[in-house]
Every structure is written in structure tokens, then in C-alpha cells.
């Protein structure tokens, strides 16, 4: 269970619902609470990979085991400081447009 100072925290659950600012800190707290222990995939955003680095978090990336790797560019892997070895970037770009085809010439 967790610590009554962590009353938010999931008791037998990862979280999973989509992140918000508040969610995300929450995340990190709860990172911080177990130790990051337990996961085999994290997707974090580039400024806090660093960070997650420093607090031994997330462990480099084993190269050899990811023969596809090659096919990304050295620059998009180094893009954040302190990220190179230890992510991959998965996506770039991606934007949605919705919009009411009813309101819309």
C-alpha cells in the first residue's frame, strides 16, 4: 500500500490514464515513492529524461539490442542533454485538427 502521505498513489495499479501536468508530477513522485522499480518501458518527454537519468530512474539503453536504432539519427537521439544512451525518440510532429465539417466552408 502506499504511505498515507501518498493517498493518490495506486495501490495495486500502474498509472495509466493520459498525462496532465498534475499526473505527471504525480508520476514522478510515485517514480520517486517505489524506486521506479517494476517497469520495462517508460515514455517520458525529452527535457526530463536528464533528470530521470540523475535519479537513476531509467537505465541506459542496451544498443545491441536494438538492431533498429541505427536507422535513427545520432542528432534526433542527442537532441536533449543528458538523453544520449538512454531513449529513443518515437514520434515528432504529430498534430490533430478537429474541427465541426457543419461550421467549416
Known amino acids: ?34 524506486g521506479a522499480v517494476g517497469y520495462d518501458l517508460v515514455i517520458v518527454n525529452g527535457i526530463n529524461v536528464d533528470s530521470y537519468r540523475k535519479r537513476g530512474w531509467i537505465a541506459p539503453l542496451d544498443e545491441a539490442r536494438l538492431p533498429n536504432l541505427k536507422y535513427v539519427e545520432r542528432h534526433w537521439r542527442d537532441a536533449f542533454e543528458g538523453a544520449s544512451g538512454y531513449g529513443a525518440p518515437y514520434f515528432w510532429g504529430t498534430l490533430g485538427i478537429a474541427y465541426r465539417q457543419d461550421l467549416v466552408e
Request: glycine letters at 0%; charged letters at 20%; one cysteine or more.
Open 1 to 34: 500500500m502506499p504511505p498515507a502521505c501518498c493517498p493518490w498513489a495506486p495501490a495495486r495499479r500502474r498509472l495509466t490514464r493520459p498525462a496532465t501536468p498534475a499526473s505527471l508530477h504525480r508520476r514522478a513522485a510515485w517514480y520517486f515513492w517505489t
